[in-house]
């Protein structure tokens, strides 16, 4: 639907933003599904706080979330250090930017950011999503799922528009541009894993503690940590290319040695933790 519409969306309402095409038609599928969702969300039976991860009382929730941000920063710390003192990365700040006041702007954006992301995707993939495979699937198969799509639209992106007109032909073209990457998948495989299993690892704290905040607060952790990071450092470049351990591109902090630290926690975690207790409105799901 967004494909269709774009073309006369971009200069209606995008244009003068200052947007890209590319960019337009990915921020008007986000309005179209932002905009249908309460619609969807009713036919499906997943329109409560509850379905969608909220369960614990509000004071138990700013507690999980506070956990959360602190347990993210930590498991994210343990694989920043691994990279600088392996080489992977090495410290490179700015020397315009060597402050304690920009030190300061970029942990609060940061931390910001990695609400908002964590706020969306985990209420989205962890929250609604989870809730209503699992009331006809079991949960690897749930979680295995949701983690492949998860790390997938990670990298699905419309394509440059490039010197083509904006009409319907090429919009649509843009957009199985950006699903036609995924062909390319060997490119960018480490990261690629790398989210799968961080997707597996929110599924399985979604499951054990029957709330998706755990979630919100880890990711958030996460995303702020890497911002962080890559102000504080740049990728070691050994002829021209960086350790193969992070050379995906997507962010050069994933990758080969992310998958087996997070794989190594995610293992942990499950083994260490307990079952949520399933509350009444738990009877749709399988229980398994």
Known sequence: M???LVPWAHPALFAHLGLEPASSLYRLAMLVA???LPWFLQRIRLNSWEAAGFTAPRTEGWRQLGLGFLAGCAILAVLAVAETLTGMHHLAIPASKATA???AKTIVSGALSGLAVGLIEETFFRGLMQTGLRRSMAFWPSALLIATLYAALHFVKPEPLGDNPFDHAHAFSMLFGGFARLTE???FADSLTTLFVAGVFFCMIRERTGS???AIGIHAGWVMSIKLFKYLTDPTLVDGAPSPWIAGG???VTGWLATLWLSAVAWIYWHISSPAI???SDTHQTGR
């Open 185 to 187: 998948a060997s490119v």
């Open 2 to 4: 967004a494909a269709a």
């Open 250 to 252: 997507y962010d050069h």
């Open 278 to 280: 399933r509350t009444a």
């Open 212 to 214: 998706v905040v755990w």
């Open 101 to 103: 006041a920009y030190v």
């Open 34 to 36: 932002l905009l249908a």
